[in-house]
């Protein structure tokens, strides 16, 4: 009979600030795979569970530049080169025309990067996750706040692992099966 | 003397959110609205009104489609009918849900976190409503596809020096990206409806709109951050929208159109008018759901502030306008003034003037603009004076040009009139079920106002 295996540790506590205290202690007591949860954006939570590569602006930016490029372009291409139309004497470049559609194009392709970027570095969607297993973490999307250590982690043991987080006097602990 | 100043001191600081709240309290107050309040007779009654109002629309469009466009009062000199005046009038009540959800934001200003759901969920309804004008007059609905650049047989494509297809990607991009924005601030309440509804089958459809959110630190990172960078995107987008509305006429010749002061009127206008419908919904929603704790006296000051200052740069914009046509020297802008003032639609122009200028002013006092009652009067009393606002610019400018020769009138007919009320009931219709099945107030916004949600790192 195989044995169930340990998705990770974690802890239930009552308050933003006892996860934030948590999470620094366990980042700083050498746990690398660590996260947390809470049911709202704590902007110093990122930092203390040791997360720093935020993607999502640089895809935004490619993106922008991406639709801002393919605007123009195509707008020159059909103007000039395709579908060239004689507009009260203008030229068939007139660029102060095409300025608008360009811009619009860059919003448009800068928007929808970040929206996509923001969801695929997530894994998004995946309506199923070990963490959902542990009954209290239904309330990590209203008022409890989470903090998981995971099996992969190196300094990852079984029994070691509860005993730190039990010092740090949360609310409950549960092993949390995979 | 003293007593008043007190009191008024205290109306100032009327607090974002009511004292008292909890994590807990704001989640299931909120969310029960959606999962445990019964359906209510008013409602049932209300949306009915209002999908009956919808039938009449799509009745209306479908003799249009039959037809066509002459069932309606155009003709020609006046081409552009009811279908610009009530695109126009829609497209900028949407201009109010992005600038509480995306300026605001930018701005810092956390009183925007109770009202910006509803907001946005008012922006994306308007601009649908609007879309359908466009979408209807162009003769050959059939056929509107060909605005859209895409390789065909016909070896065609659109013309990018018209305002009008800048038009077509200025207000498909802002209907998208408010979509975006929309749906994103929801993912996490649809995880809350998710945990929190008992019915199998709300469990499921709120687990896969949420796709399966569960608050991880580095999600809400990344989350917080595509939030702010779609926050600074759209906040040049919902000017550049109406900028390129106004383009639609200040790029044409015509007398009272080709102006250069059209833009920024244009943009104050509409977030006037969309503050005055926010006002409109807010008021009888936080009545009837009891959520004067997170609409509270503050909100409706602040929309009233914003309605006052928009108003006037509105009013700088008319009164230019007519300064221009008496000192311009140019005859046939001085004709247009003249016929504003004396001509056949002379009614409606002095009519404009008393609702967009005139009335408003009450709101300097402030017993005005903390009465519910008087506000939501002064908010229709606003779009009111917003509609005939475009139908003065529309109408009047197209009914006399250049030359006497080509004069002609314009009058509306039951098609129009059941149409433009038709989009009304669509219009409300959606905001009927929006109220009914998604989280009307951010929750997890709301959340973050509370003293509990602050945290101080040890670093």
């Not at chain 1, 996750?129 to 990852?156: G, Q």
């Not at chain 2, 009183?111 to 907001?119: G, P």
């Not at chain 2, 007398?255 to 006037?272: D, E, N, Q």
């Not at chain 2, 009450?362 to 009652?373: E, G, Y």
Request: glycine share 8%.
């Amino acid at each position: 009979m195989p044995t169930p295996t340990i998705y990770g540790t974690m802890a239930e506590f009552k308050s933003a600030q006892q996860l934030l205290v948590a999470a620094q202690a366990t980042h700083d007591a050498g746990y690398q795979k660590i996260d947390a949860y809470s049911p709202f954006p704590i902007e110093e939570m990122a930092e203390a569970i040791g997360f720093h590569k935020n993607r999502v602006a640089l895809i935004t930016l490619l993106g922008a530049i991406t639709g801002g490029c393919l605007g123009y372009l195509m707008q020159y291409y059909i103007a000039v080169i395709s579908y060239p139309t004689n507009v009260g004497g203008r030229p068939y470049h007139s660029w102060p025309s095409f300025i608008i559609v360009t811009f619009e194009m860059t919003i448009l392709f800068g928007a929808i990067s970040a929206v996509v970027g923001m969801i695929a570095l997530n894994g998004l969607p995946m309506p199923y996750h070990p963490v959902f297993n542990v009954p209290e973490f239904v309330r990590a999307s209203k008022d409890r706040f989470f903090l998981i250590v995971f099996a992969t982690d190196p300094k990852y043991d079984p029994q070691a692992t509860r005993q730190f987080l039990e010092a740090l006097q949360p609310e409950s602990i549960a092993e949390v099966p995979s | 003397m003293a007593d008043h100043l007190k009191q008024s001191a205290v109306v100032e600081r009327a607090p974002v959110i009511e004292p008292g709240h909890s994590f807990a309290t704001v989640t299931d107050k909120i969310s029960s609205i959606v999962l445990t309040r019964p359906t209510t007779n008013g409602w049932i009654f209300g949306f009915a009104v209002s999908f009956l109002a919808t039938m009449m629309m799509l009745f209306a469009l479908g003799v249009l489609f039959l037809k066509g466009v002459g069932i309606w009062g155009i003709n020609i000199p006046i081409g552009w009918g009811f279908a610009i005046v009530n695109f126009v009038w829609w497209i900028g009540i949407g201009h109010a849900g992005t600038l509480i959800s995306a300026i605001l934001l930018l701005l810092r200003q956390s009183w925007r976190n109770s009202i910006n759901r509803f907001a946005e969920a008012m922006t994306l309804f308007a601009v649908a409503c609007a879309g359908v004008f466009p979408g209807v007059h162009t003769g050959r609905p059939w056929l509107d596809y060909w605005m859209f650049p895409y390789p065909n047989t016909m070896n065609y494509w659109p013309q990018f020096r018209s305002p009008l297809i800048w038009d077509v990607f200025a207000v498909s991009t802002y209907f998208t990206v408010s979509l975006l924005f929309w749906f994103i601030g929801l993912i996490p309440d649809f995880g809350t409806l998710r945990d929190r509804a008992h019915n199998k089958y709300a469990q499921m459809i709120y687990g896969l709109l949420s796709m399966g959110w569960r608050g991880s630190a580095r999600h809400w990172a990344r989350y917080e951050m595509a939030y702010l960078l779609l926050a600074g995107l759209a906040t040049p987008l919902v000017l550049s929208v109406h900028t390129v509305v106004s383009f639609d006429f200040a790029v044409g010749i015509v007398p009272g159109w080709h102006t250069t002061i059209f833009p920024p009127y244009f943009v104050a206008g509409a977030i006037y008018s969309g503050f005055a419908m926010v006002l409109m919904l807010a008021i009888p929603i936080r009545k009837i759901y009891n959520l004067e704790d997170f609409i509270t006296d503050r909100h409706l000051q602040n929309s009233a502030k914003v309605m006052l200052a928009t108003g006037w740069i509105v009013a700088y914009g008319y009164a230019i306008e007519a300064f221009t046509g008496w000192y311009g020297g140019n005859r046939y802008d001085a004709g247009l003034l003249y016929n504003r003032l004396h001509g056949p639609y002379a009614f409606w122009y002095y009519m404009l003037l008393l609702c967009n200028i005139g009335i408003p002013q009450l709101l300097w006092f402030r017993k005005m603009r903390t009465h519910p009652v008087f506000l939501f009067l002064i908010s229709f009393v606003i779009l009111v004076g917003m509609w005939l606002e475009r139908f003065v610019i529309i109408v009047i400018s197209l009914t006399r040009d250049f030359v006497p020769s080509s004069f002609g009138m314009y009058y509306p007919t039951k098609w129009d009139w059941m149409t433009y009320i038709g989009t009304i009931g669509m219009f409300l219709t959606a905001m009927f079920l929006f109220v009914r099945i998604l989280p009307m107030i951010s929750i997890f916004e709301i959340r973050q106002l509370l003293p509990e949600a602050k945290v101080e790192g040890k670093h």
